[in-house]
C-alpha cells in the first residue's frame, strides 16, 4: 500500500473508533434489555424496535441515493464524504440481519397480518392481494438485493480507482443514473410496505418521497458529523477545509427545506380536502400529547436549523455545523416515531422504556459495523478528479 | 493627490499574479484599491478584503418584509375586507396561507437581492474612469487588472507607479479621471 494511502486510513486515536466498542457494549446490553422485556410484553417492544430500525436503516439506505447523486453530480463536496457513504451502505447485509425481527413480528405490527382482523374488514381482504405475508417478504428480498447489488458494485470500483484504475469514473456515474431510478421505485415501495401499511385504510401519494427525503437529510447529517470527526486528522483536514464544510451546510440546508417542503405538501393537501378516509391519520398524530411533539419537530426539525444553516460563518466553522447536524439527527429519530407510534393508538405522552432502548441498541451495533467498515480502506478517495490533492497515479 | 488621476493600474496575466498583487498591495497599507477580472474570483474576496457587504442582511430584511406582506394580505382580505365561507373552514385558515407567504418572502427576498446588489454597486453607471486606459477591455477577456486609486492617503503617483511595477506587471498605465 502506498504512503498515501497509508496516512488516510481511520486512525486509532480517531474517536470514531474510540466510540465503536463501547457503542457496540451499549447496543447488545439495550438490545438484551428489549428482548427481555419483548418476553412479557412482546408488542410495545416491536412497535419501539420498528422505529428504530426504521430510523438506522434510514442511513445506510440514504447513503446509497447520496453516493449516487455525488456520482452523477460529481464535486469535491461528494468526494470528501464518499467514502463514508460506502461505509454506511455497505452495513446493508447487517440491515438484512435486523429486518428478521420484524419479519417474526409483523402480526404485533400490521393490522392486514392478523387474519382475524383480515376477516372482518372488507377493505383489507381487497387489499390481501398486495398485502400479504408471503408477498411482504418477496419484495423486502427484492428491494435489499437491489441496493445490495449498488452498493457493492459502486463500493467495489471506487476502490479499485483507489488502486490507480482510472476509468471507473464512468462506470460509476452511469451506473448510478439507473440505480437511482431503481432506488426511488424500491424505497417508494419499501416506505409503503414497512411504515405507511400500518395503517393499511390510508394511503398518501407523497409517502414515498417524503420518506426518502428524510432517510437523504438523516444520512447527510450523519456524514457531516463522520466527516467532522476524520478531520481530526491531520491528513484529513488538509482536504476537509471550511469550503467543503460550507459546501455540506448548503446541502444540509437544502434537505432541512426539501423535508419541510415534502411534510407540509402532504399536510395541506389533507387539510384542504378534508376527506373522512384521510384525515384520521393527522387526527391521531395532532392530539393525545403527539401536537406537542409535532410542535418540536416544526422549531427543531425545521425552524431551528433552517436560520442557523443560513449564517455563512456557522456552516464553515466544523464545531457549530456538527451541533446543528447533531440536533437534525436527533430529531430526525423523533420525528420517525411521530410517523409510526401513533398508528398503534399509544399517547404521545406514554413512552415506554423501549422506545429509547431499542433506538440506542440497534444504533449501538450498527455504528459498530459502520466504522468497521470504514477502517478498512483509506477514508478519502484517491484518484479522484474532484480531489486532485489525492492523486497519486498520474491520471 | 494629483489632478485629473483616477489611479495606476496594474496588468497581470493570471489570476495567481493578481492574487498576490492584491495581498501585497494591502500589506504595504493601500486601502482604497480595486481588482477587475474576467470571471469570479473568490480569493480576491479574502485578498481585497470584501466580505463586509451589507447585502446579506438587506436581503433577510427583504424576506421578512416580503413574507410578511404576503401573509398580512390574504389575512386581510379573507378575514377582515371580504369574509367569504369555504367549507365550514375558519376564516384564519393559516394552513392554506403557506405556500403565498413562502413564494412572497422569496419574492421580496430575490427582488432585494437584485436592487440591493445594484444600488450598493452603484450602478447603472455610464462613466467609469478605468475604461480610459485602452487596455482595460481584456479584463472581459484573459487580463487581470488591479487598481490602486487617488483618493488612497498613501497615493503617490511615482512612489505607487515603483510598487506596481515591482509585482512586476505586463504594464502599468495611469488612469485617466
Not at chain 1, 241 to 267: C, E, I, N
Not at chain 1, 291 to 320: C, D
Not at chain 2, 121 to 129: A, D, E, K, R, V
Request: net charge neutral; proline share 6%.
Amino acid at each position: 500500500m502506498s504512503v498515501l494511502a497509508d496516512s488516510l486510513q481511520l486512525a486509532p486515536g480517531n474517536p470514531l473508533r474510540r466510540f465503536a466498542p463501547v457503542a457496540l457494549i451499549v447496543g447488545a446490553i439495550a438490545l438484551a434489555a428489549c428482548g427481555f422485556i419483548a418476553t412479557t410484553a412482546p408488542r410495545p417492544v416491536a412497535q419501539s424496535y420498528l422505529a428504530a430500525f426504521l430510523f438506522w436503516s434510514g442511513i445506510p439506505i440514504g447513503s446509497l441515493a447520496v453516493l449516487m447523486l455525488q456520482h452523477i453530480t460529481g464535486g469535491a463536496w461528494g468526494a470528501i464524504i464518499r467514502r463514508i457513504l460506502e461505509s454506511a451502505t455497505s452495513t446493508l447485509p447487517l440491515i438484512v440481519v435486523l429486518f428478521l425481527p420484524i419479519l417474526f413480528a409483523s402480526g404485533l405490527l400490521y393490522e392486514w397480518a392478523r387474519p382475524e382482523v383480515v376477516a372482518h374488514d372488507p377493505l383489507l381482504q381487497h387489499k390481501s392481494i398486495y398485502l400479504n405475508l408471503p408477498f411482504f417478504t418477496v419484495r423486502a428480498v427484492v428491494y435489499f438485493a437491489a441496493w445490495m447489488t449498488l452498493s457493492y458494485f459502486l463500493c467495489r470500483w471506487s476502490r479499485e480507482q483507489d488502486g490507480g484504475k482510472l476509468r471507473v469514473q464512468r462506470r460509476l456515474e452511469n451506473t448510478s443514473r439507473g440505480g437511482l431510478v431503481a432506488f426511488g421505485l424500491t424505497m417508494s415501495f419499501a416506505s409503503i410496505d414497512w411504515a405507511m401499511s400500518l395503517e393499511p385504510h390510508w394511503f398518501s401519494t407523497i409517502y414515498g418521497i417524503l420518506f426518502i427525503g428524510g432517510q437523504v437529510l438523516s444520512s447527510l447529517a450523519f456524514a457531516i458529523l463522520a466527516a467532522a470527526a476524520l478531520s481530526t486528522q491531520a491528513e484529513v483536514a488538509e482536504v476537509m477545509t471550511p469550503d467543503r464544510f460550507q459546501d455540506l451546510g448548503k446541502l444540509l440546508l437544502a434537505f432541512v427545506m426539501l423535508w419541510a417542503y415534502f411534510s407540509f405538501s402532504q399536510f395541506l393537501i389533507i387539510w384542504a380536502a378534508n376527506l373522512p378516509e384521510e384525515t384520521p391519520w393527522y387526527l391521531r398524530r395532532l392530539a393525545g400529547g403527539w401536537q406537542w411533539t409535532i410542535l418540536v419537530i416544526i422549531i427543531l426539525h425545521f425552524a431551528l436549523p433552517f436560520v442557523l444553516l443560513l449564517s455563512r460563518g456557522l456552516k464553515r466553522n466544523r464545531r457549530s455545523l456538527m451541533a446543528v447536524a447533531a440536533v437534525v439527527l436527533a430529531m430526525r429519530t423523533v420525528d420517525l416515531s411521530w410517523l409510526v407510534i401513533p398508528a398503534f393508538d399509544r399517547d404521545g405522552g406514554s413512552f415506554v422504556a423501549s422506545d429509547p432502548l431499542a433506538m440506542i441498541g440497534v444504533g449501538g451495533v450498527w455504528f459498530f459495523f459502520f466504522v468497521r467498515q470504514l477502517s478498512r480502506h483509506p477514508v478519502l478517495p484517491l484518484n479522484d478528479e474532484a480531489l486532485p490533492e489525492l492523486d497519486e497515479a498520474g491520471a | 493627490m494629483s489632478q485629473g488621476v483616477y489611479g495606476l493600474m496594474a496588468e497581470f496575466g493570471d489570476v495567481g499574479e493578481l492574487v498576490t498583487a492584491a495581498r501585497k498591495a494591502r500589506e504595504a497599507g493601500y486601502v482604497h484599491l480595486d481588482a477587475y477580472t474576467p470571471f469570479p474570483v473568490e480569493e480576491l474576496d479574502e485578498a481585497l478584503d470584501l466580505h463586509h457587504t451589507r447585502l446579506p442582511m438587506l436581503v433577510l430584511i427583504g424576506g421578512i418584509i416580503g413574507g410578511l406582506a404576503g401573509f398580512g394580505l390574504q389575512y386581510w382580505t379573507t378575514v377582515i375586507d371580504y369574509p367569504i365561507n369555504v367549507g365550514g373552514r375558519p376564516l384564519f385558515s393559516w394552513p392554506a396561507f403557506i405556500p403565498v407567504t413562502f413564494e412572497c418572502t422569496i419574492l421580496g427576498a430575490g427582488l432585494t437581492a437584485v436592487l440591493g446588489m445594484l444600488g450598493l454597486n452603484g450602478l447603472p453607471q455610464p462613466y467609469h474612469p478605468v475604461f480610459n486606459v485602452p487596455r482595460f477591455a481584456l479584463a472581459s477577456r484573459d487580463r487581470f487588472f488591479l487598481c490602486i486609486e487617488a483618493r488612497d492617503p498613501k497615493f503617490d503617483i511615482d512612489e505607487t507607479w515603483g510598487f506596481l511595477s515591482r509585482l512586476q506587471p505586463r504594464q502599468v498605465s495611469q488612469v485617466d479621471a
